[in-house]
């Protein structure tokens, strides 16, 4: 599994453009993005953000920063190591 700060961070600045809806999720204790439209044929699979989740939850009013990228990293890590109890 890959550490929080590179997950959000790759998937903040990242996430594949050619993907129409790309979606980052949790399958088999592993981070991965997939399209949206095959979130439904993996059963298995736990949505933790979409791409545009994941902009909408960076600043709006300047460029975002490296801490910025950092903190949210930071939450959606809490998130997944949550899950379960």
């Known amino acids: 599994m890959c550490r929080p700060?590179?997950?959000a961070t790759c998937s903040a600045t990242s996430f594949p453009d050619p993907d129409p809806d790309p979606?980052?999720?949790?399958d088999e204790g592993r981070l991965h993005t997939v399209d949206?439209?095959?979130?439904?044929?993996?059963?298995?699979a736990f949505v933790v953000v979409?791409?545009?989740e994941?902009?909408?939850?960076?600043?709006?009013?300047r460029e975002h920063t490296d801490t910025?990228?950092?903190l949210l990293?930071?939450?959606?890590?809490?998130t997944v190591a949550n899950l379960g109890g």
Not at 23 to 26: C, K, S, Y
Not at 54 to 61: G, S
Not at 73 to 78: F, K, Q
């Open 36 to 44: 949206a439209a095959h979130t439904d044929e993996r059963s298995k």
């Open 5 to 7: 700060t590179t997950c």
């Open 50 to 52: 979409t791409r545009d």
């Open 68 to 70: 910025d990228l950092e």
């Open 23 to 26: 979606v980052l999720v949790l």
């Open 73 to 78: 990293a930071s939450t959606l890590g809490s």
């Open 54 to 61: 994941l902009r909408q939850q960076l600043p709006q009013d």
